[in-house]
């Protein structure tokens, strides 16, 4: 069965303190990996997408990254408006399977 | 550039009584269009998709039923709503391109069922 599954749960970091989140999967057939942003409230926000292990891309703080298994986000001295729930989704024909995210809070 | 619309963004609705969602899709054509559904705390459930005008699969049984009468427009109805239907609906879009294919979302709709 295609599955997504997301951790931490939740994040609290401190204003510039670095850290990841971890994205794994099991799908037959990927054709991409996707993170999101969702603010509270609102529809998912588009961040990146990846296709084969190896593959990194990068958008100011955030860097996300792909192997076989799973992706990292990594987030490179946050500051407090990063603070989102951060969703990880696959696809797999016309289908995309999403995780249930990661809360990250970020303080000042 | 594309852009989607969804409305309404709010709504409260007695149980048994009727739903119609509404989504649009401009500054593209032919894309694959999507449901979803987001409870409180937990992650996006697939309810329908269409990859064509008339073409609708359905991922979860329930009372929900969707229609894509147009190209870029796509609802979500329901005859009789049940206080589970409580929850935030999002429409998505997505079409492949040299880049490869995203799913972009609306604004999503919430759903109170009373």
């Known amino acids: 069965e295609d599955q997504v599954t997301q951790s931490p749960e939740a994040l609290r970091l401190q204003e510039g303190e670095s850290s990841s989140l971890n994205c794994s999967y099991t799908?037959?057939?990927?054709?991409?990996l996707f993170w999101y942003r969702q603010d509270p409230g609102k529809g998912p926000e588009f961040l990146f997408t990846?296709?084969?292990a190896g593959e990194e891309k990068e958008k100011e703080r955030l860097k996300a990254t792909l192997t076989k298994k799973e992706s990292f986000l990594h987030i490179t001295a946050p500051k407090p408006e990063d603070s989102a729930t951060y969703l990880c989704?696959?696809?797999?024909?016309?289908?995309?399977?999403f995780g249930t995210g990661t809360r990250l809070k970020v303080l000042a | 550039s594309q852009t989607i619309h969804q409305w309404p963004a709010t709504l409260v609705q007695p149980v048994g009584s009727p739903l119609s969602l509404e989504c649009t899709v401009e500054?593209?054509?032919?894309?694959?269009l999507y449901w979803y559904r987001q409870a409180a705390g937990r992650g996006l459930q697939l309810l329908f998709y269409?990859?064509?005008?008339?073409?609708i699969s359905s991922e979860v049984p329930q009372n929900l039923s969707a229609s894509r009468p147009q190209d870029r427009q796509f609802i979500l109805s329901s005859k009789k709503l049940l206080l589970s239907d409580s929850g935030f609906y999002l429409c998505?879009?997505?079409?492949?391109?040299?880049?490869?294919?995203?799913?972009?979302f609306g604004e999503g709709s919430w759903l109170t069922v009373v």
């Open positions: 799908v037959s057939g990927l054709r991409g």
């Open positions: 990846l296709y084969s």
């Open positions: 989704a696959v696809r797999r024909t016309y289908k995309y399977i």
């Open positions: 269409s990859v064509g005008i008339g073409q």
């Open positions: 998505a879009w997505s079409v492949q391109t040299a880049s490869g294919n995203t799913i972009y």
């Open positions: 500054g593209t054509s032919n894309p694959n």
